[in-house]
């Protein structure tokens, strides 16, 4: 085994992906909370009741209250229908009431009309930001759990001549030889497979450009005792990856030097 499966888990007991995420509830309420549609419909929200409301703080609680047990939708529909659920509005109405009174009654009228709407897309953000975020954090612990096999020694010797080629022509020709043989072909693929399902795509192209600048590729999945196994495979990638780029790239470059030899014999 070349790198091993990332597997981690807290004294706790949560199990996390290589950065650190986890599913457990905790977990998935601060990911919500840190959305920024959602921060923007919960700030927006207090300014709500803090317009509307004597108490907005116990407004706020009657508030979650109602959604926790009946479901946004409901709640919704509720406080519309009687914004005095809540508590009691700021301001005052009547005859007797003072201009500032008025001021602050309408304003308040205004607030609690927003309420509602407020809690329906508050509720659409969050559901979305959590299966985003269950999403990524399920991709990145099944690409943790993938394991990257050694290849045979022929695999490395013949992709040990694909990185030694001195020009992309050389590296084309090793490539194809490789491809020829097809256990081997079909070993460097599978490896090639491996590594991004583990790193991902992007992963790969960073191996690419950490290969080509000489520099290490590192991941969190994979740790700083195992760095060398991990610089032996990016070494074994980037030659494979080099090697097909090459390869298309000279039949890329034939097949325009036929057509353009065709055109011309046709012109003549």
Known sequence: MLIAAFQEANADGVRRDSFGRALDEGSIATAVSRDADVQRERDARSIYLKTAYRDPKAAMQRLDHIIARDGPTSAAQRISADAGLLGELRGREGFFAGAKAREEREAAHRATAAIGPNIVRTAEF?????????????????????????????????????????????????????????EVGREIASFRKSIEARFGEEGGREIARATASRTAFEHPSVPKSEQGRLNEAAKLYSAARSGEVASRQQAETERLAARESQSTRLKQ
């Open 126 to 182: 969050e559901n979305r930001a959590e299966q985003s975020y269950r999403g990524e954090v399920e991709k990145q612990m099944k690409a943790d759990a993938v394991e990257v096999r050694d290849v045979s020694d022929r695999a490395k010797a013949a992709l040990g001549k694909i990185a030694m080629a001195k020009d992309d022509r050389e590296r084309a020709e090793a490539f194809m030889a490789v491809s020829a043989d097809h």
